[in-house]
Structure formats: C-alpha cells, structure tokens
C-alpha cells in the first residue's frame, strides 16, 4: 500500500469530506484550510475574507486501490468547477474550487484532467490549480460534520455514475 495526498477545495469542506470518504481506496479525509497567507486560521477568520485561505479537505489514499486521476473525476463530478467563489447558497472566496498540487505530477494530471472535464462543460471552468503550500486542520465540530449531525449534504453530491465508470463501489461510510 503507497499512501498519497491529494488537497482539494470544492466549496463547503462538510460535502467534500462527505463524498470522499465513500470513495474506495480513501484512507482518511480531513476538513480544513488551505491557499491563504495566515497560519493556523479558525473558521471565523476564514469567513472573514481576509485570511485567503479556502475550505479544503486532505485526503489520504492508497494509490494501488484508487490513483489521483480518479480522485479528480470525482472531484469534477462531485460540484460545480464553472462557478467562481461559491457552490450553490455558500458565496465567498472561502469556497472556491482549487486544487492544491503537492508534486509536478499532480500538477500535470490535474492540468489534463481540467482540460477534459472543460470538454463536457458548457461554461468555462474556474478551478485553480496552485502548488500546495501548507493545510491546517478545521476545529472538531468541522470533521464528520454530516456523520455527527444527521444532516443532509446539501451541495454536493455522491457521483455514484462517475464512480461506477471508474470501477469503484462507494463504501456506504460517510
């Protein structure tokens, strides 16, 4: 088993950590913040627009078991890459989509896979793909937020179609 990391930002981080965690091959998924200039921020700071940073998640996976390009097409299919600084009701630079690159591989399988995601969208898509700089976990109350709470995710959804192309069965463990 190889452990990668991939950070990512796709809006709320609750969603995002939603979905990932089903993904097969996803060791762990952590809900923070990433692409901003203040070290260790809290949420409120984040949502004060002056930290620049965004709600990201970490994930770690075993890349024997899914590789990087698959944790892209589901992150392409998984929100709306053409919308800038918002997913669906949340609006602010907080929730811009953004991958964080951690390798030049990663930065070239993510420039590829953004020019063939833009080839089943009809807008042109907003994501940035930056170099990885720093992650900083989210408080406690952010990790597992639709585990702990019951909620429903309510951006973001489960591209179980995407994931059955790329030969993976959701776990079913949020």
Request: with cysteine.
């Amino acid at each position: 088993m190889a452990i990668q990391t991939a950070t990512l930002g796709a809006g709320c981080f609750w969603g995002v950590e939603w979905v990932f965690r089903q993904v097969p091959g996803v060791v762990d998924v952590v809900s923070g913040y990433s692409g901003g200039h203040v070290p260790n921020p809290t949420y409120r700071q984040v949502c004060s627009h002056t930290t620049g940073h965004a709600e990201a998640v970490q994930i770690r996976f075993d890349d024997d078991a899914v590789t990087y390009g698959q944790l892209l097409e589901v992150f392409w299919a998984m929100h709306d890459p053409t919308q800038v600084n918002r997913q669906g009701p949340d609006v602010g630079d907080q929730y811009r989509s953004v991958i964080f690159t951690h390798t030049p591989e990663q930065r070239a399988e993510a420039e590829a896979s953004r020019e063939r995601a833009q080839t089943r969208l009809g807008r042109p898509i907003a994501t940035q793909i930056v170099p990885f700089e720093a992650f900083y976990p989210a408080e406690d109350y952010h990790q597992r937020y639709y585990e702990k709470t019951g909620h429903e995710p309510y951006c973001h959804v489960l591209p179980a179609d995407v994931l059955a192309e790329l030969g993976l069965v959701p776990t079913g463990e949020p």
